[in-house]
């Protein structure tokens, strides 16, 4: 066997044991909150990033809120549009991490992290 070859085999042999059996853990479970409010009594509509995919609402009552757990880091968006103005909030682990607030008629805003 050449010194390329033990090499190689080496480094295979190596790199396996690591993607088997290294020492890095799993993420812990995150929490993620999105809220929406408002001066309408109503959002127009409310699309959101969750685990699974993009979930999309209608006309849903202000205030309004859904929470989700994930256990991987992810992207997490939120947008709504309302007659009057409206506020999203993202919150990680109970910690605000986007807000934003939009006016007009209508108010479109988008949260994301």
């Known amino acids: 066997m050449t010194s390329k070859s033990i090499f190689v085999a080496t480094l295979t042999v190596f790199a396996a044991t690591v993607g088997l059996g290294g020492t890095a853990q799993a993420d812990p479970p995150t929490k ?14 409310v699309s959101y ?18 929470d989700f757990t994930v256990i991987a880091s992810r992207v997490f968006v939120i947008s709504a549009q309302s007659p ?8 990680v682990d109970g910690k605000v991490v986007n807000q ?14």
Do not use: F, M
């Open 84 to 91: 009057g103005s409206i506020t999203c909030t993202i919150l």
């Open 32 to 45: 993620v909150t999105y809220q929406l409010s408002g001066s309408a009594p109503v959002a127009d509509y």
């Open 100 to 113: 934003a607030t939009a006016n007009g008629a209508p108010a479109r805003t988008v949260c994301s992290t």
């Open 49 to 66: 990033q969750v685990e699974s995919g993009q979930r999309q609402e209608a006309h849903v009552t202000l205030p309004w809120k859904t």
